[in-house]
């Protein structure tokens, strides 16, 4: 009974509150917009609680905290208006006038408590848990990145002068520094000097006066044969100390610039030659973090994802269940391989992979993940039941990657583990999520382009994006003597831009550098279906765009690849409107056209963004809409689909003409423009098609 009071506990959308560089909220998969919060006191009411021991208060401490200067009648009207708006903002959907109405705030015996009966995640408390996680673990420098990362920044900044935040403030802020000058420590006793000196910059940026700090800095650069940057931190702290407090440095800390000047420090024999530490003196712990995870050596440095990394780290602090989804090749697997490895150690069972590509079959899917624990079949004993009871009481990563094929199987047995195994947590990659409970599902982006404009960039320019710093340093693989220059440069950028951002894509193309020149590339990438393949080594779905998008096309239903098909005939993208009367017809109903491209844009072949007026907008990266042309003329029904295509947009352009003159003039400009491409591709096969009538009429 307890077992599943507490499964349909967690089966309710969980609320997440962030209040680390600034309050945040959703529900479930709704974000909740600084816009919705039609009353402040109702975001403060909610802020109060996410810090509150236990997430309740007895109702007149809310009172004296949010309406300190209010007679107690004026308080508590106040409140109870503050708890409903905040009920109807967490809730708009439910009825939020009883005390027993909401599922995220109750009112009981004079109580206010959040959360009472669903799932809640603040970032606050992970935070600190992952604070003490590190404090456990000691040895591990993983253990406090992972904490670090999880400071977005200081307590509810836009509630700089709450008295109700302020200690709470001081006190985390003083939990991150002291993290950063422990890893710090870890770092020199590891002799790892860049890396200790990373960790007390940021405390010195936070606070120039900090003089451990600025010790600590003087000691990592002296140890690391830099004396002027050395000097130059003690001649910082002075200023700093002098302009805020009107006082010199520690005498310590004078007779430590001094000895740096001298040249006596460090003494000649305190460092080994190379600056780095032997086998024999390595802390034992990096052997033991060896040994507690299976993941793969990165034979390709990673290129940025600074952001991603970041955010990816703080998600899965806030959930149990972190899903990356997106296109083939868009970088899943290479991303969550990244954050796994920056968090071992930070997990004292373990991190570990579990890669179910190879597998074909459902049943194959525990097996699978109880080989790499190390967990073995018992006779006679369900092995679901073995591996909760092996991962009952450990704390660790699982990362399962390529779900894709396998979806309800991997979300069932995730679904168990989680529900028996209070300390693990799942990172997984899938081109479709599970919809499970408690799944945060996060879309993997593409990587940052250069836009189209007409003056030229320079190479500075384009090095600031991601694609093309991935594209020169995977082609100078190839051919050692390229380079970024400003007359290759508009060729990188339109090889970038051609291909999406999509990373597989542009390392694909980066690995014909050895036979093309880039703007021979560029040139070629009309069909960069056939242009873009790999070597023998790649896995066997990357290596071949083409492969890999046949990956995703042989998981669709029929129904669904006759969409998928039909709407490659949109250039540009397009509404529910459109796909509805253009690609309906056959196995498609018109009323099915929503519920199979809602199915599309799970599985990470349509995009949806924001369009006019904030009316969802669909699209395919480029790659994949020609596949789906390619897909679309082998059926035989590519002229039909596009005379369809060309009537509605002949029909958009008939409505519109009257109105270009009226008071709803900006709105259907606007609407127009955004349909550009397609009126263009409709004219395009007009005047090749001999249908000139329509051209015309266009």
């Not at 890396?195 to 990592?220: F, N, S």
């Not at 460092?271 to 712990?285: I, K, Q, R």
């Not at 290596?543 to 029929?558: F, I, K, M, P």
């Amino acid at each position: 009974m307890q077992a599943q009071a507490e499964h349909d506990r967690q089966a309710q959308p969980a609320l997440r509150i962030w209040l680390l560089g600034g309050f945040r909220v959703s529900v479930g998969s709704r974000s909740i917009g600084e816009e919705e919060w039609h009353l402040r006191k109702a975001g403060s009411l909610l802020k109060v609680l996410a810090l509150a021991p236990g997430h309740r208060l007895h109702r007149e401490q809310a009172m004296e905290l949010l309406w300190p200067n209010l007679h107690k009648e004026a308080a508590l009207n106040n409140l109870h208006y503050a708890l409903h708006v905040a009920r109807r903002t967490l809730e708009p959907g439910a009825l939020a006038s009883s005390s027993t109405a909401s599922r995220y705030l109750r009112l009981r015996s004079e109580q206010i408590t959040l959360c009472p009966d669903s799932p809640l995640w603040v970032d606050v408390e992970a935070f600190e848990e992952a604070g003490a996680t590190a404090r456990h673990a000691r040895l591990e420098p993983a253990a406090f990145r992972a904490a670090i990362d999880l400071y977005a920044g200081e307590l509810l900044p836009e509630d700089r002068y709450e008295p109700w935040v302020q200690e709470r403030r001081a006190e985390l802020r003083e939990q991150y520094l002291s993290q950063l000058l422990e890893l710090a420590t870890l770092y020199e006793q590891r002799m790892e000097f860049e890396l200790g000196i990373e960790a007390l910059g940021r405390v010195a940026a936070e606070e120039p006066t900090h003089e451990g700090a600025r010790v600590g800095l003087m000691c990592l650069y002296a140890l690391s044969g830099r004396r002027r940057e050395a000097l130059r931190h003690y001649e910082r702290l002075r200023e700093a100390l002098l302009e805020e407090f009107g006082r010199e440095p520690e005498a310590a800390t004078t007779r430590l610039q001094q000895e740096i000047w001298a040249g006596t420090f460090p003494p000649a024999d305190s460092v080994p030659a190379a600056g780095l530490p032997s086998e024999e003196d390595a802390p034992t712990s990096r052997a033991g973090a060896a040994r507690m995870h299976n993941l793969p050596i990165a034979r390709t440095s990673f290129i940025g994802r600074e952001i991603e990394t970041l955010e990816v780290k703080r998600l899965l602090a806030m959930t149990r269940l972190l899903t990356l989804t997106g296109a083939g090749g868009c970088g899943k697997t290479r991303l969550a391989l990244e954050v796994a490895r920056d968090l071992v150690g930070a997990y004292p069972e373990g991190t570990y992979l579990v890669d179910l590509a190879p597998l074909s079959e459902a049943d194959l899917v525990p097996q699978a993940v109880a080989q790499v624990l190390g967990v073995r079949e018992q006779p006679g004993r369900p092995l679901l039941e073995t591996l909760e009871d092996a991962l009952r009481s450990r704390k660790m990563l699982l990362v399962v990657d390529n779900c894709e094929h396998l979806v309800e199987a991997v979300a069932t047995l995730v679904d168990a583990l989680l529900d028996s195994c209070p300390g693990l947590r799942v990172l997984a990659t899938s081109r479709e999520t599970f919809n499970t409970a408690g799944e945060v599902a996060w879309v993997v982006p593409s990587l940052t382009v250069p836009g189209s404009r007409q003056e030229a960039y320079t190479p500075q320019e384009l090095e600031g994006y991601e694609s093309v710093r991935l594209f020169v340093e995977r082609a100078s693989r190839r051919d050692p003597s390229f380079v970024l220059t400003s007359p290759n440069g508009q060729a990188v950028a339109q090889v970038c831009r051609r291909l999406e951002g999509i990373p597989l894509a542009i390392e694909l193309a980066a690995g014909r550098m050895g036979v093309l020149s880039v703007e021979q590339l560029a040139l070629r990438l009309e069909d960069p279906l056939k242009l873009l393949t790999g070597g023998r080594t790649a896995d066997p779905r990357h290596r071949t765009l083409r492969a890999t998008l046949e990956w995703s096309h042989e998981l669709l239903s029929e129904a669904e690849r006759a969409l998928f098909r039909r709407l490659s005939v949109f250039v540009g993208g397009w509404t529910l409107e459109a796909a509805e009367e253009v690609c309906s017809g056959g196995s498609v109903e018109q009323d099915d056209v929503l519920e199979l491209l809602s199915e599309l844009v799970d599985k990470s072949l349509v995009v949806v963004e924001a369009g006019e007026q904030r009316v969802p907008r669909f699209r395919m990266l480029e790659p994949i809409r020609q596949y789906g042309q390619e897909r679309l003329q082998e059926s035989g029904t590519a002229e039909h689909l596009r005379e369809r295509h060309a009537r509605y947009y002949l029909a958009l352009a008939q409505e519109a003409e009257p109105e270009l003159e009226g008071a709803d003039q900006t709105r259907w400009m606007d609407r127009l423009e955004s349909e550009h491409d397609n009126l263009r591709a409709v004219l395009s096969w007009a005047l090749e098609g001999g249908q000139a009538e329509l051209g015309l009429r266009l």
